[in-house]
């Protein structure tokens, strides 16, 4: 599934960071279960590509699955491999944006001010991820989305959840990047479906 269908399904992107691979696809299920379909492995976490590989096998016709703190094209290439769709960073790194795009896979870069992601854009990202969104707040979304074009989807991650979703959507976010609002490393699959639960009925009082 593409990035851009599991974001017209329901706008949010579960962060998965401290995953391990014997519990993944469990989450997953969860996740999927609720209504969320975009799910990023940071590779940060224990052996995120082979997580990456599991959820890619399992459920790659029914979520767009990636990549999360993707720094080089070389780890774009080793999360290609895998079977992974999204590269998410949190900063704007050209080569990584075209090396994604090359491949076919969906880049969202972080950025944080007009000129990063302008940058961002040039090298061919469509998908735009404000972070730390809470160090900058909804209005900044609101002052930076006046000049992009319309065609780009701005991300809110870092510091959102379902109480603060709204005010990101009319501010003009068009895309969530939630960790532990959905998931932290030791928790048990019915907090992840709990949790799901409650972001999908905050994402369905958007639209």
Known sequence: MTLDDALAHCPVVAIVRGIRTDEVLDHAAALLEA???????????????????????EFGDRMAVGAGTVLTAERVDAVAAAGGRIIVSPNTQPAVIRRAVELGLDPAPGFATPSEAFAAIEAGAKHLKLFPAVTYGPAHVKQIKAV????????????VGP???????AAGARAF??????????????????KAARVVEAVGKLR
Do not use: C, F, H
């Open 163 to 169: 109480d603060s979703m709204a005010d990101w959507w």
């Open 177 to 194: 990047g939630l960790g532990g609002e959905l998931y932290r490393a030791g928790q048990t699959v019915a907090e992840t479906r709990e």
């Open 35 to 57: 209504g969320v379909l975009g799910i990023e492995t940071p590779l940060n976490s224990p052996d995120p590509i082979e997580s990456i590989r599991k959820l890619a096998a």
């Open 148 to 159: 992009l074009p319309p065609e780009a989807v701005v991300w809110a991650v870092g510091g």
